[in-house]
């Protein structure tokens, strides 16, 4: 397909793609003519991929071309990209924030977590706010928001596709940053309705 | 107590504690000289309110005005002084949001919630965004989501203190802005540890 196409099927304008073929985010397509290249299916899911990374995940350019080049030159396992991707998603944490007290909640939950992953350095970042204002969460509370939260992972998790390592990735970026909001927002709702039966008038 | 004193015992500074007055965030205390002042129990408990609204939810100072005047002159029942503090928790969403398929999601899950309300908000701003990216929330998924964070709602709102107006308002503020990261985080943790199972290398 042409480029136009190309834009077409994938949402992104043909200036958007123009740059990322120059940034090097996408592989450039199969010269025709001086001035024109053709694509093929494999362009269509790297912009899926970038346009995750860049509009969904809010990545900046340099972790955007890491990811690509990890979903390109794959590690051995799935897991390991995918665990490349995640450690990739904001918010940034500093690297010297103690994980101890997050580390023991996670072991408590039976959970395999690379020590060095960015989510174990939220959680423990989200303690120590907690901490820092008074109002400690106890290893018991912690884990088990970790146990409520692990069906609705599981799930997500079930259905990744595997067809490529690209679909899987825009997959799990995607997933993982659009419904942070969606549950967010619903956890709101939930308080909203409990709240209107413990605390609201009487009918 | 002194004002000294009312610093040591809630963790803010004297000039914070001044700029509240001065703010009319914080009523004054019973004058004694010209220029001493002393606070008791109910200034302790405004403070630790102004800073979770501060701090914690980092509502702006008129926002934060608005909670502790309906606090001061509570509406009739908890449920709505609950809600006028939790309309007030960023993030902010526009008012012309679309709220027609969230609101359908809620009444599936046959929840109570004020149709203004600002979660409702969200919840359709995030699902417009995920329409916007080419990947729809069906209705089910979101309500699925909805029944897993009910649960976690559910705790939460058994335990709101109800001694006072101010510490219900305090603990929902709190919980609802600092325990959001928290579960994020956990999510992101269970996903690398199902990732693991699913697709890591074979022990």
């Known amino acids: 397909m042409r480029i136009g196409e190309l834009s077409r099927s994938t949402g992104v304008t043909v200036p958007t793609i123009k740059f990322y073929l120059r940034e090097g985010l996408l592989p450039p397509g199969e010269a025709t003519s001086p001035t024109q290249a053709q694509y ?17 995940a809010r990545l900046p350019l340099t972790s955007v071309r890491a990811v690509t080049s990890a979903v390109d030159d794959p590690p051995e396992s799935l897991h390991d990209l995918l665990g490349i991707a995640h450690d990739a998603l904001p918010p940034e944490v500093a690297d010297d924030v103690d994980v101890s007290a997050a580390a023991s909640v996670v072991e408590d939950l039976g959970w395999d977590v690379h020590p060095g992953s960015r989510a174990l350095r939220q959680l423990a970042a989200a303690m120590s706010a907690l901490d820092g204002l008074g109002l400690p969460a106890s290893p018991d509370v912690v884990a088990r928001y970790g146990r409520a939260v692990e069906p609705i992972a599981a799930r997500e998790i079930e259905q990744v596709p595997t067809g490529s390592g690209e679909e899987a990735v825009t997959y799990v970026v995607s997933g993982t940053a659009l419904y942070e909001p969606v549950i967010a927002a619903l956890r709101r709702l939930a308080h909203q309705d409990l709240s209107a039966r413990r605390f609201g008038p009487r009918p």
Chains 1, 2 share one sequence.
């Not at 093929?40 to 790297?46: A, G, I, Q, T």
């Open 40 to 56: 093929d299916e494999s362009h269509v899911r790297r912009l899926r991929l970038v346009r995750a990374l860049v509009e969904v």
